[in-house]
Every structure is written in C-alpha cells, then in structure tokens.
C-alpha cells in the first residue's frame, strides 16, 4: 500500500525503464521517472496544508489584520502586500511620441527624470520602462521584417533574367 495517493504501486519494470544499480540508484543522466510529473498533480503537504486551512481564511485574515495594527512588522508586510496589493493609478507623465529609436533614449530619460524628483513612484517607473521596453522589441521586429523584405526583393530582382 502506498504511504499517500501519490505514490505508484508495484516495481515492474518496464520497457524502456532502466534498472537501478547496486546502490539503488539510477544510471547517471538518466531519469527515475521520463514521464515526469503528472500535469496537475498537487503536492501531498499543500494538499494536507489547504485541508487544515479550509473555512479559517477569514479568521487568519483578521488576525493578520490585529496583529498588523498592533506593529508587527511582518504582519504589516503581509497586509500590504497580499491582503490590500496595490493597484494600477493613472500617470501622468509627458513622453515624446515613439517612431523610431531615436525615441528611446529621450523616453527613458524623462521616466528617469520623473521618478528622480518624485513625480512617479519609482514602481511606476519601472512599469512605464517596461512599456518602453515593448516599443523597443516592436521596433526591432518591425526593423527585421523590412530588411527581410528588402533582401528577398534584392534576390528576386538577381534571379530574375535580364533583357
């Protein structure tokens, strides 16, 4: 019988399967279980650990709550961070219109500039530097796709037979 629901009964060998050495290990490089996990299987302590914890969320919550207000800081942490998680704002903030890399630089500069004098949050910048990020990869695949085009013109007008 197996010690939980997750463990396999049995140690047939299967085709493919390799034995296991003297020691009981398996041959360097080659793995116990090619199938790997099942998808979705859920490990036996979260499972125990969601069970014990079933119907005493809000209670758990309260009591996170107390203690946040009496000063503990872990609690306190714990509040702002998963109980109340912060939420998107609206930034205003001027960026130049973004066409082409030379936009960039100016872009992240005014980011860098706004979150120096604490106009924005510096989680905000971050975000919008993402943002920029994305234009960046746009602009690099869109540069790509024109030269690619460039290119295969190029070779058709070579292939082509000339009068």
């Not at 903030?93 to 992240?108: K, N, Q, R, V, Y």
């Not at 024109?146 to 082509?160: F, G, I, N, P, Y």
Request: one cysteine or more.
């Amino acid at each position: 019988m197996p010690v939980n629901s997750h463990q396999k009964q049995g140690r047939g060998q299967h085709k493919g399967h390799h034995r296991r050495d003297e020691q009981g290990r398996f041959p360097k490089g080659v793995s116990g279980n090619p199938a790997g996990r099942p998808v979705g299987s859920r490990n036996a302590a979260t499972d125990m650990a969601q069970a014990l914890l079933d119907g005493e969320a809000d209670a758990l919550i309260r009591k996170c709550v107390e203690l946040a207000l009496e000063g503990n800081p872990a609690a306190m942490k714990l509040c702002l961070e998963r109980i109340v998680p912060r939420r998107g704002r609206s930034v205003k903030l001027e960026l130049p219109d973004i066409a082409s890399a030379a936009d960039l630089a100016p872009a992240m500069g005014a980011i860098t500039r706004a979150a120096a004098a604490g106009a924005i949050t510096p989680y905000d910048g971050a975000e919008l530097s993402r943002i920029i990020e994305s234009c960046v990869r746009a602009l690099e695949v869109s540069d790509f796709e024109r030269r690619l085009r460039d290119l295969e013109r190029e070779v058709e007008q070579s292939d082509a037979p000339r009068p």
